[in-house]
């Protein structure tokens, strides 16, 4: 269980930081007019594009980001509770009989 919510704690933040690599790379193409010679990056890749296209599949992008974000939040969220309960559950079990009753 541990190792789910390093896993999933992870990947969210992996996914926070592409999303904020983004917003930047968003900020600069909101600066640049349609007219500007624009790359994009495909693996080893420049490939020359348009600044509308770019703007487009980003924001798109983001908004794919945010979503995936939200559910490893609910997710990594999920899984603590379910920690807590274990850990309660197992605590009640290792207490002494005579404590129980108390």
Same mark, same amino acid.
């Given at each position: 269980?541990?190792?789910?919510?390093?896993?999933?704690?992870?990947?969210?933040?992996? @996914?926070?930081?592409?999303?904020?690599?983004?917003?930047?790379?968003?900020?600069?193409?909101?600066?640049?007019?349609?007219?500007?010679?624009?790359?994009?990056?495909?693996?080893?890749?420049? @490939?020359?594009?348009?600044?509308q296209?770019?703007l487009?599949?980003?924001?798109?992008?983001?908004?794919?980001?945010?979503?995936?974000?939200?559910?490893l939040?609910?997710?990594?969220?999920?899984?603590?509770?379910?920690?807590?309960?274990?850990?309660?559950?197992?605590?009640?079990?290792?207490?002494?009989?005579?404590?129980?009753?108390?």
């Amino acid at each position: 269980m541990q190792q789910t919510l390093q896993a999933v704690s992870g990947q969210k933040q992996q @996914l926070e930081i592409e999303a904020s690599e983004t917003d930047r790379a968003l900020a600069e193409l909101e600066k640049l007019t349609d007219t500007a010679i624009v790359y994009k990056s495909v693996g080893s890749l420049l @490939l020359k594009s348009e600044r509308q296209t770019l703007l487009a599949e980003l924001k798109e992008r983001k908004e794919l980001l945010g979503t995936r974000i939200t559910v490893l939040g609910r997710q990594e969220e999920r899984t603590k509770e379910r920690m807590k309960e274990l850990q309660e559950k197992l605590q009640e079990k290792l207490r002494p009989i005579g404590a129980a009753s108390n």
